[in-house]
T-cell receptor, first 113, second 115 residues
Framework: GQQLNQSPQSMFIQEGEDVSMNCTSS?????WLWYKQDPGEGPVLLIA?????ELTSNGRLTAQFGITRKDSFLNISASIPSDVGIYFC?????????????FGKGTKLSVKP | KAGVTQTPRYLIKTRGQQVTLSCSPI?????VSWYQQTPGQGLQFLFE???????NKGNFPGRFSGRQFSNSRSEMNVSTLELGDSALYLC??????????????FGPGTRLTVL
């Protein structure tokens, strides 16, 4: 079945640093979604990508839909403390028909001590 | 536009009991999906409803069920609760139009604790 491999699993950030994370799949995706989740809350949609090669920004966040359609990247520029949280990539599970998203395991962003 | 709402936000039950969780989608959204999130398994798909019909179901036992009403509001029910059912239950709605069919917007979740 489809699986999403997200890396890194965790990272520590210092305010002002740029952050990069990515998501890869063994199969093709037609949509890539990036979410952020704070503790005890539901995931919040950050960026949606619908076309191979697409590069989309949302403030300091930029995400790209890989040309091979098997990967996607999320970059955060000039990180701030409120960027801390868990970031998930997700894509539709077409093998299971509509309404079913597959999620990566998440990248946990923490502040450097 | 109001977001996805879920009630209750927190719930404590004991083993063997049953529970019903409620979800109101974003106005105009016709598709509602449910997910279970646990630290060990991450986010796992339960089922999806569209126009009061279950279109898709994940790999969960029959104790997990759901329904959707004509106003697109949805409920999920878990019967004979087990300790392992403790999780954050998330509802997500989607416009289910030709563009952006797969883009889902999540509610805040219901935290279920089974004792």
């Amino acid at each position: 079945g489809q699986q999403l491999n997200q890396s890194p699993q965790s990272m520590f950030i210092q305010e002002g640093e740029d952050v990069s994370m990515n998501c890869t799949s063994s199969s093709i995706f037609n949509t890539w979604l990036w979410y952020k989740q704070d503790p005890g809350e539901g995931p919040v949609l950050l960026i949606a990508l619908y076309k191979a090669g697409e590069l989309t920004s949302n403030g300091r966040l930029t995400a790209q839909f890989g040309i091979t359609r098997k990967d996607s990247f999320l970059n955060i520029s000039a990180s701030i403390p409120s960027d801390v949280g868990i970031y998930f990539c997700a894509g539709p599970n077409y093998g299971g028909s509509q309404g079913n998203l597959i999620f990566g395991k998440g990248t946990k962003l923490s502040v450097k001590p | 536009k109001a977001g996805v709402t879920q009630t209750p936000r927190y719930l404590i039950k004991t083993r063997g009991q049953q529970v019903t969780l409620s979800c109101s989608p974003i106005s105009g959204h016709r598709s509602v999906s449910w997910y279970q999130q646990t630290p060990g398994q991450g986010l796992q798909f339960l089922f999806e409803y569209f126009s009061e019909t279950q279109r898709n179901k994940g790999n969960f036992p029959g104790r997990f069920s759901g329904r959707q009403f004509s106003n697109s509001r949805s409920e999920m029910n878990v019967s004979t609760l087990e300790l392992g059912d403790s999780a954050l239950y998330l509802c997500a709605s989607s416009p289910a139009t030709s563009a952006g069919t797969d883009t889902q917007y999540f509610g805040p979740g219901t935290r279920l604790t089974v004792l």
